[in-house]
């Protein structure tokens, strides 16, 4: 193959990080410990990612789980994950019907390009989640101030 | 010996320079136009920008009296209006005749007058007073000055700025004048202005000063990082105001 | 540990209001090294809760993967006038607190 139709095939590969991330169901060990086993559905739950990092120390997320946040029926919690983190479990929200709205912004750390999941918890103890891939790229220079 | 050859680079250099602008002041760019919409988003989020973090305690501390006199910067400045100090700096001392930043100012105000300790360069409090003074000018066009005194360190500073240096044998002219806006790996290169400074860098995770900036790009050419402190970033810091001449300042800025 | 809150400062009862936390905090990972090569020990705020009025109505376990200096965006009912107040403690054992007070009319 020429160099030149490799580098191309490549470029074209990390031009579309959706598409080489399928979207399949969270691993069951990386959850497990919140789920026991139970089934995780996709659905509910929008986690909202930029596809391009600025910077792996500082990425800003919105997880958003669709859900009338009544006493009968609400979010219990919602849980961030990583599959290439050091620490996979990044996060736990707890949330309950005085949220009014289940809605999470905060700032992560991601190391390196992957996909991040949420899974929500729900009153009624169905588990729920979304996933979305993101490319983290390096520091283009060397910095040791 | 380094500031000899400089000089003599400038002297050399000063007729043939005259003022030549490499980037024209209506082609000026502040670092966050390069940027991702994210950052710029946060930068301009005054509640969730990190560096507000040290806007704020710089507010604090400049009604906290310190050292032997226990005057606080209020006591004198009282309700002054600090908006377009930040603009001014680095400027030549009046008393000394000295050039000095703005980390140099307040910590000429701590020693001579406060009879405090002077802050060190990256401590928080330095960089939360400096955040806060420079917060004041927000908006304020860089309006350094570069006649008399000032003339000769900011001849060095441009002297300084086309130097090639280091490993990679670049000046900062290599990429600032001449490649911006063009790709460096996955990050564009922005042309190399001090106006959003102190700002918050997320390649640091927290705030950091000019020189600190300025310390980082030398360790990216593989170049020799010098103290802080240094003559050299000092008349270089003149050279890059002038250079930004009409941006206005962004502090705290919000950098990758 | 320097803090910031941003609530409403009036609202409506039964109004779902935004809340905002900014938190001054290196969030240390455990996973760098300093000059000389030595690893600079973790320490993280590990969990972040919020009060209304004595009440719990959110927590947060955190870990080294929330970014430094901690931001957290979330919502709570406003149910009656009071102060909403937070509190949080990392590894070191280190405890932080702030409130905000909001007034609920109707």
């Not at chain 2, 806007?55 to 501390?61: D, P, Q, Y």
């Not at chain 2, 390649?203 to 900036?213: A, D, H, I, K, V």
């Not at chain 3, 979330?74 to 949080?88: C, I, P, R």
């Amino acid at each position: 193959m020429k160099r030149r139709d490799f580098l191309a095939g490549a470029a074209g590969a990390l031009a579309f990080p959706g598409a080489a991330l399928a979207q399949v169901d969270p691993p069951d060990q990386l959850v497990r410990a919140l789920t026991n086993g139970a089934p995780v559905r996709k659905g509910k739950v929008t986690l909202v990612l930029p596809q391009l990092a600025d910077n792996g120390n500082s990425v800003p997320i919105r997880i958003t789980v669709d859900s009338p946040m009544t006493a009968a029926d609400h979010v219990k919690s919602i849980h961030l994950y990583s599959e290439r983190n050091p620490v996979p479990n990044m996060a736990n929200f707890y949330l309950g019907p005085r949220a009014g709205k289940a809605e999470i912004d905060s700032r992560v750390r991601l190391a390196g390009s992957q996909r991040v999941t949420a899974v929500a918890k729900l009153s009624d103890g169905s588990f729920w989640y979304d996933a979305a891939p993101i490319v983290v790229t390096l520091s283009a220079c060397l910095d040791e101030s | 010996m380094r500031r000899l050859a400089l000089a003599a680079v400038a002297l050399a250099a000063g007729v043939a320079f005259a003022q030549e602008r490499a980037i024209a002041p209506g082609e000026l760019k502040s670092g966050s136009a390069f940027r991702g919409s994210g950052l710029r988003a946060l930068q301009n989020d005054d509640f969730a920008n990190p560096g507000m973090l040290w806007v704020e305690r710089g507010e604090k501390l400049w009604r906290e009296p310190a050292g032997k006199k226990s005057l606080a910067c209020a006591s004198c400045h009282k309700d002054a209006n600090m908006r377009g100090v930040a603009a001014s700096y680095p400027k030549i001392e009046k008393a000394g005749g000295k050039l000095v930043n703005l980390e140099g100012r307040i910590n000429l105000c701590r020693a001579g007058r406060m009879g405090a300790e002077p802050l060190r360069y990256e401590s928080d409090e330095l960089l939360a007073l400096t955040a806060y003074v420079a917060r004041q000018s927000l908006g304020a066009p860089i309006a350094t000055r570069i006649d008399g005194a000032a003339r000769a360190h900011f001849e060095v500073g441009r002297a300084s700025y086309h130097l090639r240096r280091g490993q990679m044998n670049l000046s900062c002219a290599h990429c600032h004048d001449a490649q911006w806006g063009k790709r460096l790996l996955s990050e564009t290169i922005s042309q190399g202005h001090p106006n959003a400074y102190p700002a918050y860098r997320m390649e640091w995770q927290t705030m950091g000063s000019l020189e600190r900036r300025l310390r980082a790009c030398l360790s990216g050419i593989r170049a020799e990082m010098l103290p802080y402190g240094s003559q050299e970033y000092l008349d270089l810091e003149l050279y890059l105001a002038w250079r930004a001449q009409g941006l206005p300042i962004e502090t705290p800025g919000v950098r990758r | 540990m320097a803090a910031r809150i941003q609530i409403p400062r009036e609202a409506k009862r039964g109004e779902v209001i935004e809340v905002r936390i900014l938190i001054q905090h290196p969030m240390e990972t455990g996973y760098r090294h300093d000059d000389v090569g030595h690893l600079i020990k973790r320490n993280v705020i590990n969990v972040l809760s919020c009060r209304y009025n004595g009440v719990e109505v959110f927590r947060a376990d955190l870990s080294s993967g929330i970014s430094a200096n901690p931001y957290v965006q979330f919502h709570t009912v406003a149910e009656a006038s009071g102060d909403l107040e937070f509190s949080w403690i990392d590894d070191e054992g280190e405890r932080g607190s702030e409130r905000q007070s909001i007034v609920v009319k109707g």
